[in-house]
Every structure is written in C-alpha cells, then in structure tokens.
C-alpha cells in the first residue's frame, strides 16, 4: 500500500473549518483513502473513505484531488470533541491498514 | 450494535512476568486483528484471524507473543515473558469482510512493564 504524509500537528479554531491534508503521491488506482482519528485513550474510530469523487458524511468531508495523489479531510464546524490524532491511509480493498503517525489536531476555544 | 469489548483496561506488570488480554468482536465480524500502539506512534498491526484461522502473523514477535482464537469469536492475546519494551496499548480491531468501511476498534489496553 502506498505511503502518506501528513502535518505533525495543527491548531483550529472552535467553529471554523478544520481543513487537513494528506500527501499521497505513490497512489495507485484501486487504492481508497482512508481517514481514521483516534481521540485520547479510544481506538481509531473510522470516519470516511473515498475512491475518486469527493465524500461527504454526518462527520466530515473528503475531497480528493483529480490526480489523486493528495486529500483534504474537512471538519466543517470543529468542536474540542474533535480534538485527536488523524490519520490518512491508503489502502487496497480487503488489505491491512498501517498507520502512519497522523495529525495531531488541537481545536482551540 | 455492541462495540468491541476489550480487558482489562489497564495492566501493569513486572518484566519477565506474563500477561494475557482478552477480546470479543462485534458480532458476525469474522476477521479480527490485534494492534500494538507504542505511545507517539500509530498501530501497528500484530496478527490478523479469519474466523478461527490465521491469516498474517509476519509482525507477531512469536517467541514471546501468542494469540488465539479458538472458536472464531473472541480472542486472547498472551505476552510471556514480558519485556520493558512491550509497554503499550494493545487495540483489538474486527472487521465484517463486508463493504468498505474498515475496521472497528476496541478502547483497547494499557500494557505497563516495570
């Protein structure tokens, strides 16, 4: 599976948009990206998955670039509850996922 | 529908001492994994069962580290013996095989060695 690259860390203020990004330039085509967060003392928890086309859930937005080698994971209106570690996978259906070290995101009241 | 159940929440050992930790997936998830967390790092996977079978144990240090799942449901993974450089957080993880929606973890546990 092809690797990512993420920010260590960002800060976001309270009800703004958090905006993170993933490098991904090694993608190849059946290989979906994958964002997961995990909240301190939880296990990952998943929160959305794309192929081509931008995805859009109750929790996020993820909106892939036409060449697919980055993502950008959108929090809409970032509450502390959002605070955690993000990580971007990419991965071949029915493979493993391997986790990079992630975005550690603080929102900010 | 019930999470994944993991415990004990916490443990804390003294090195060269064994330890075991237990798992119960979500129902009907036949394919279930157990991760080790090192604190500042992301999982990493240990082993992967499909029902009772196991599919990938390449990164099970296997001299000291077993892992079981005898009847296809819950499982237990054992440390013996412990060494300081096991402290960390052990996720279970199951998955349906089904879809594409990943995995869903457990809260996981809290290995100290001391």
């Known amino acids: 599976d092809a690797k990512t690259t993420q920010p260590t860390s960002m800060d976001c203020a309270e009800g703004r948009a958090a905006n993170l990004p993933c490098n991904h330039s090694?993608?190849?085509?059946?290989?979906?990206v994958y964002w997961y967060r995990q909240i301190h003392s939880q296990g990952p928890q998943y929160i959305i998955h794309g192929l081509k086309n931008n995805e859009t859930n109750e929790m996020a937005s993820l909106i892939i670039t036409e060449d697919r080698k980055s993502s950008t994971l959108i929090l809409p209106h970032a509450t502390l509850r959002d605070t955690a570690v993000y990580y971007c996978i990419v991965r071949v259906f029915g493979n493993q996922f391997y986790f990079g070290t992630g975005t550690s995101l603080t929102v900010i009241p | 529908e019930a999470g994944v159940a993991q415990s004990p929440r916490y443990k804390i050992i003294e090195k060269r001492q064994s330890v075991a930790f237990w798992c119960n997936p979500i129902s009907g998830h036949a394919t279930l994994y157990w991760y080790q967390q090192i604190l500042g790092q992301g999982p990493k996977l240990l082993i992967q069962?499909?029902?009772?079978?196991?599919?990938?144990d390449s990164q099970l240090p296997k001299d000291r580290f077993s892992a079981e799942r005898l009847k296809g449901v819950d499982s237990t993974l054992k440390i013996q013996p412990a060494k300081l450089e096991d402290s960390a957080v052990y996720l279970c993880?199951?998955?349906?095989?089904?879809?594409?929606?990943?995995?869903?973890f457990g809260s996981g546990t809290r290995l100290t060695v001391v």
């Open positions: 069962f499909q029902n009772n079978g196991v599919v990938d």
């Open positions: 993880a199951s998955s349906s095989g089904r879809g594409n929606y990943g995995y869903t």
């Open positions: 090694t993608i190849s085509g059946n290989e979906y």
